[in-house]
Every structure is written in C-alpha cells, then in structure tokens.
C-alpha cells in the first residue's frame, strides 16, 4: 500500500460524532468533557490531546446551494466538519521532536510514540492547525494516529469505519484526490459555488496534506488557517544568519583584540 489518507467531504457530514465516539473508544483516548460550551452544539471546541476528533457545527443565515430552509422566510444552513490531524507531507512536529517520538510510518502517516515523548512539548506550537496537545494526566503529547494498529491489519481507521454518510473517506491519498475533485464539481453545480477543496495541493506551504476537506465556505469559517505553511521552512535559512552573524561577532572581537596583544608583545 503508498500513501493514505482521509478525505473529509463536509457537504454530507451530518454532526452525528459518530467518528468523535469511535475514535475514543478504539484509540482509548479520555473523555474531555461533556459540559454545554454555549458554542452551538460543539462540546469539544478543537483538537487536543483528548479529542483527536473534533466535529464543528457551524450556523448562517443562508441557504445551502438550491435547499430550502423550511423555517419561514428566515435562509438558515449549518456547515459542520469532523476535523483531524492533517499528517502534513512537511509536518513540523516531526522537524521539532527531539527524541524521535513523532515519526513517518510506512503509509505516510505521522504518529507520536508516547513510550518515547519526554513531553518537551516542542510540537505543539510547531503544528501550524493547532492538532497537537499535551495531556494534563501524563504530560506527554498526543494526537490522531489514523488507527495506525488497524492499518497494520489492513482494516480502515475507526472514524472512517462508524461514519453513517461516508463524509470521511479513507483509501489511497491519489485515489482520494481525484474523487474529490469529481465531487468539488458536483457539488458546485448543485448550487454551492462557495464550495472548495482544502489542503488537496501538494504544492501548499505543508507540501500537501495527508487528510483534506471539501468545505462549503471559507477555511477561516471552520477554524482552518487559509494559507497554512510548516513552521520550520525557515529554520535553514535562520541557521545560516545566525552562523554568520556569529562569524561576523568573533572578526570584530579579534580586530578589537589583536592592537592590544600586539602592544602587549
């Protein structure tokens, strides 16, 4: 098998959290809370240590494509998306890691070992999606693995597997790709000309992403940055300033330096 990954086809999700559920009870990740947020009907809010899933309901005031509303003259829709780890094609939290605890599997996948974090917590910032927590019990980090144990067995991840409208896919990462540009045109000459795909470009700031969207809106509507890149592009480059500056530091300390020892002699 190459690479796989998630497409996540939001214009069908239908805020079950069925993959929310699925994914803690197969990945035995801890309850995080069941408390009313006052945020429509979102009691995760993000991503986290403890919600490696995280489905955000989103109400407009306006129709979705040539839907009616039904609720009088008021145009009412709700956009909701299961979010996820994005297992960047350049991942950040894999340039950070100092203990190789974050590591690339044989399908593409980036997964934490958390027999080997020291909970240095360098990850968590570098993750340009905010996916990345640190748990308040262990204090190490932890996010989605994409059921790394299942695919070892040739079986689908858990959310994948538990979603009732097929908005999460899992398969081949190019396979997906195709499919969703079919569906982008779909769902375009439906009515919804808002309708893009997110994180589907290789040629993204993150090199492309190992789990994209199909959003009705803008990126920043869902809590998505819109133009996302690896924190760590510019570590190079900041290096080689640094090796330099530092050069120019000891020449100027020696031409300071060398009158004296020269009278000194």
Known sequence: MGRVGF??????????????????????????????????????????????????????????????????????????ASDVCKHCTEAACLDVCPTGSLFRTEFGTVVVQQDVCNGCGYCVPACPFGVIGKSESSGLAAKCTMCYDRLGDGQEPACAKTCPTDSIQFGDLDELRERAERRLDQVREAGTASARLYGHDPGDGVGGMGAFFLLLDEPEVYGLPPDPVVTTRDLPSMWRHAGVAALALLAGVAATALPIWRRRG
């Open 7 to 80: 497409f996540t086809d939001t214009s069908i999700c239908i805020g079950c959290k069925a993959c929310e559920v699925a994914c803690k009870e197969w990945n035995a990740v801890p309850e995080d809370g069941l408390a009313f947020t006052g945020m429509s009907y979102d009691n995760t809010v993000s991503l986290g240590s403890d919600t490696w899933r995280h489905v955000a309901f989103v109400e407009q005031r306006r129709p979705l494509g040539h839907q009616e509303p039904g609720v009088g003259d008021m145009d009412f829709r709700w956009l909701m």
